[in-house]
């Protein structure tokens, strides 16, 4: 089936729409992107997402193309178009086209694009048997807080860890996790507190790690912000990822080492059930 895709004021079927050579998101990745989560052909976290791809563009100097009133229109519509159920919307603004050049017009048009995946959100099996991880230097740009697409690190290390037999990575700075390769990371200690890394901008600023500490916090669940190792988060409890396309995720194992059980934690798995069901609550209530 061919997708319906939006291009700078277009619907267009996947494989006609074009974007110029020289534009700077594809010569220089001078361009932000968010990925928003849908459940039933609705959107969750949908305000944490607009905020924070308002705070990334500011960032570096992009002007947003639409209003958010017409934004939240778009994703409606590329997700009723594409008779989305459950899968991700992704969108990118990139800086604009002109000739090639380290330095930029101020009047640049930025691009807009927006497509949409379909991916089992729910029944994703990593939940049930979790993400065996490996650690890797964190060698990303500093300030990772912003959401750029440059994002060939995290590729490269991705297929080092695929390569390797592993799941995934967590990167590791001066000795300290700052989060995985696309996801925060969290653990949960042996006394039952959920540990996770405080924000900053060695790590990005996730909407759905924003929502999992609120619940966590609602739940009178013990939560602390603070850096950690490779060796604690090996000696936890328990050990998750967050993000919009995977939730919440156990991870069972760091560089061959099982943390608690080697199998999914119970309060992971409950944190994640929690969240799924406050999100759709949320998003069949807007």
Not at 9 to 28: M, N, T
Not at 72 to 90: A, P
Not at 152 to 171: C, H, Q, T, W
């Amino acid at each position: 089936m061919t997708r319906t895709v939006y291009l700078n004021g277009q619907w267009l079927p996947e494989d006609q729409a074009k974007v110029s050579i020289f534009d700077r998101g594809y010569v220089f990745a001078d361009a932000i992107y968010e990925v928003t989560a849908v459940i039933g052909g609705k959107l969750l976290d949908y305000p944490g997402h607009t905020a924070r791809l308002k705070r990334s563009l500011e960032a570096i100097g992009i002007s947003m193309p639409v209003s958010e009133d017409e934004l939240l229109d778009l994703h409606h519509t590329i997700v009723e178009k594409n008779g989305l159920d459950q899968g991700l919307v992704y969108l990118q603004i990139s800086r604009g086209a002109e000739d090639r050049n380290f330095l930029f017009s101020d009047n640049l048009t930025p691009t807009l694009s927006m497509f949409t995946q379909v991916v089992p959100l729910l029944a994703n099996p990593k939940a049930e048997t979790g993400l065996a991880v490996i650690s890797m230097p964190d060698g990303r740009w500093a300030n990772r807080q912003i959401k750029t697409v440059q994002l060939l690190y995290s590729s490269l290390a991705k297929m080092e860890a695929k390569n390797r037999g592993a799941d995934d990575v967590i990167f590791v700075e001066d000795g300290l996790i700052t989060e995985a390769s696309s996801a925060n990371f969290h653990i949960i200690t042996k006394s039952g507190v959920l540990v996770t890394r405080q924000l900053s901008n060695a790590l990005l600023h996730g909407i759905t790690r924003s929502s999992v500490l609120s619940l966590a916090l609602t739940a009178q669940l013990k939560v602390e912000e603070r850096a950690f190792s490779v060796e604690e988060a090996q000696d936890a409890a328990e050990a998750f990822i967050t993000s919009a396309g995977a939730f919440v995720m156990p991870v069972v194992s760091i560089d061959g080492t099982s943390i608690g059980d080697g199998k999914p934690g119970k309060t992971t798995l409950r944190i994640r059930e929690i969240y799924i069901e406050d999100q759709l609550s949320r998003a069949m209530a807007r």
